[in-house]
């Protein structure tokens, strides 16, 4: 195993030198830097694990070459030696990223502990990650990841519905992967090796839904110089997915219905009538329950298309997934840009668990694609990710008060949350009283309730 590096910050070499000729020097190589140098210059060409900042100075200068060192690299384990100081100031650096303060005279036997509590701690990262890698290949279920107890009940419901099987209603926020469901259902149908056709409904212009999904014949309006067959016409014999369902004009509801229970459809611009032998899966992220009791969805649509329904859990409701499709995604971008990285720093960690992802598992992924170009690191600290989470972690911890020593009453925590969903969402109300689990109407009640000042976004 490759000999870790220890740095020791210094105004001279007395101490490296102690060092240097003590049993620790076995374990470590042992390395010099004066601590009037510039610390980045110097680790930049050194791959340095472990730093000790040895000052007799007050803290300011140690906290500094501290503040430089976790900026540049966040894994290193930086140890302070130094007199005597608070309770108060040793929490300080602590809280800045010090792994341990050792009080001066410095004991070569408390920097032994100190460095085999920092080894220890390193070979669980590595045995943390070799398990991390196990678990992906146990919870992968066609290309879906997690191992929430609701993600392995759907998996096994899978491959039961998929022989038997008309239809298929997939339900979910967006970026939930609705679209890996219906995949993993065509791959363990009958139909595993007939077309699976996907229709996005958000992006048909509405005047153009009856010709995409049942065709049309040559001059059937202007512009249509040949036959065009529909999606459902591609699709005979296997499987059409119909996206974001929800988007269909009321008007093609009727005609898609018909299509479902006699599996006959008439081309736009014709008189006759095919027949076609389709299964269909249809997904959305609204509400269609809420789509009948305003008119805008047919029931006896939904109850044609709701033979078994298939519910995506957002991914703030499955947090222990996280870990998994870190990991995954980490592997899927190592391998297209070239990169090598190990995983995530503890920071990040606890970002990506408190963090409600609006954008479920997509805005995960598009993160993690983005760090994997960029990053030039080992490890992905909060310094690589994009501003707007840098900004979000640094709220985390914020405790907001109303006088001074005097703790904020829940109302108070209440309009913080509130003040910091709205600036995550750009004050998008639905979005927002969906991370709050409230309705649109009660989170507007609440904005006028705590005086939140509040812009409406620009359509």
Sequence with gaps: ??????????????????????????????????????IVDYLQGNAINVALINTDENQKKSSLVLEKIKKFDSLIDVLITGKAQSSEDVLHLINKGASDYLKKPLRLEALQTSLDEISKKRN?????????????????????????????EIYSLIPKISKYFSSVLVTGETGTGKELIARAIHHFSHTANRKFVVCDCVSIPENLFESE???YTKGAFTGADRDKKGLFEEADKGIIFLDEIGEIPYSTQAKLLRVL??????????????????????????????GIKKGTFREDLFHRLNKVEIHLPPLRKRPEDIPL???????????????????????????????????NIRELENVLESVSILTKKDFIDIQNLPKYLQEYFESLDKI??????????????????IIHVLKLTENNLRKAAKILDISRTTLYNKIKKYFIEYKAPKI
């Design 400 to 417: 907001p008060y109303i006088e001074k020593q005097k703790l904020s009453t829940l109302e108070d925590l209440e309009r913080e949350y």
């Design 213 to 215: 999904l049942f065709g």
């Design 261 to 290: 229970e006699q599996h006959q459809f008439r081309p736009l611009g014709s008189n006759q009538t095919k027949s076609v032998d389709v299964r269909v899966i249809a997904a959305t992220s609204r509400n269609l329950r809420e």
């Design 325 to 359: 499709l870190t990991r995954y995604f980490l592997n899927r971008y190592n391998r297209k840009f070239s990169k090598e990285i190990k995983g995530i720093s503890r920071r990040v960690q606890k970002l990506f668990q408190r963090y409600q992802w609006p954008g």
């Design 124 to 152: 669980l990262r590595r045995e943390t990650l070799r398990l991390e890698k196990r678990l992906e290949s146990k919870y992968v279920f066609q290309g879906i990841i997690g191992k929430s107890p609701h993600m392995l």
């Design 1 to 38: 195993m490759t000999q870790m590096k220890l740095l020791i910050i210094d105004e001279d070499k007395a101490l490296y030198d102690k060092i240097k000729k003590s049993p620790i020097a076995r374990s470590f190589a042992i390395q010099f830097c004066s601590i009037q140098e510039n």
